[in-house]
């Protein structure tokens, strides 16, 4: 119950924020997006794996020191290493390989194809390694809980 009321919490803010942020940028571009269904979902996955990661670091962090330590050392070079800026078709194939251990290039090329239709990765790869690190996070978190 903690953990859904945490994770709902944040996850419901970024959701709305998400949204606020695309309907205030299609007064200034013009917005089309190519699947709706998949683009929500993807909206709510992302909030959802964001609010768990958010959820795991608020845990582990005694202070507010570590509690900036993960976002400046991992989320954002995650982040800018997540085919967020390019396509990870640019990069040669060994560091392409490398760059599919990234959960985030699964976020952003699921955003990608909903959006423009085209991606990196396919449409089932990017659902199932968003949902395994779900998982995974869920699966952290409950080790927290019985380990302390």
Do not use: C
């Not at 967020?84 to 290039?105: C, E, G, H, K, R």
């Amino acid at each position: 119950e903690i953990v859904v009321g945490y994770v709902g919490a944040a996850a419901s803010k970024s959701i709305l924020l998400g949204l606020i942020i695309l309907g205030t940028s299609s007064f200034f571009v013009p917005l089309e997006i190519a699947h709706p269904f998949w683009m929500l979902t993807f909206l709510v996955l992302t909030a959802v794996t964001f609010s768990l990661l958010g959820f795991i670091i608020g845990i582990w962090a005694d202070g507010f020191d570590k509690l900036q330590l993960v976002p400046l050392l991992v989320i954002t070079p995650l982040t800018f290493l997540g085919g967020s800026f390019y396509s990870i078709d640019m990069l040669p194939p060994f560091w392409q390989s490398v760059t599919l251990a990234n959960p985030v290039v699964y976020l952003v090329s699921g955003f990608r194809w909903s959006f423009y239709g085209i991606s990196d990765v396919s449409l089932g790869a990017s659902v199932a390694m968003i949902l395994l690190f779900l998982a995974a996070s869920l699966a952290t978190i409950a080790w927290i809980f019985r380990t302390g």
